[in-house]
Nanobody, 115 residues
Framework: QVQLVESGGGLVQPGGSLRVSCAASGSFFRINTMGWYRQAPGKQRDLVATITSAGSTNYADSVKGRFTISRDNAKNTVYLQMNSLKHEETAVYYC?????????WGQGTQVTVSS
């Protein structure tokens, strides 16, 4: 079983930056994909970005050029650096972990973009 612990959410002004982190622990395969999804009130949960254990990344079109996902495999931790944040990106950001047999979610961290 894999456990995910997220950190780094908070309040930021429009145009500002924030970094969120997610650490995985427990038992899992080294070949895996970690990522971030977000869910605004009343909306579905949408992909933000993913990164494989080999370092391949995938981004939602809306965040390309502004967000950067990275990971430290030695620490089983994934990071999401968010720049030029917009008001409409206020949401709960959820960490996701997938390997061949597991699909786990973190509890979510609130990111609020507001002046």
């Amino acid at each position: 079983q894999v456990q995910l612990v997220e950190s780094g959410g908070g309040l930021v002004q429009p145009g500002g930056s924030l970094r969120v982190s997610c650490a995985a622990s427990g038992s899992f395969f080294r070949i895996n994909t970690m990522g971030w999804y977000r869910q605004a009130p009343g909306k579905q949960r949408d992909l933000v970005a993913t990164i494989t254990s080999a370092g391949s990344t995938n981004y939602a079109d809306s965040v390309k050029g502004r967000f950067t996902i990275s990971r430290d495999n030695a620490k089983n931790t994934v990071y999401l650096q968010m720049n030029s944040l917009k008001h409409e990106e206020t949401a709960v950001y959820y960490c996701n972990f997938r390997d061949v047999i597991r699909n786990a979610w973190g509890q979510g961290t609130q990111v609020t973009v507001s002046s």
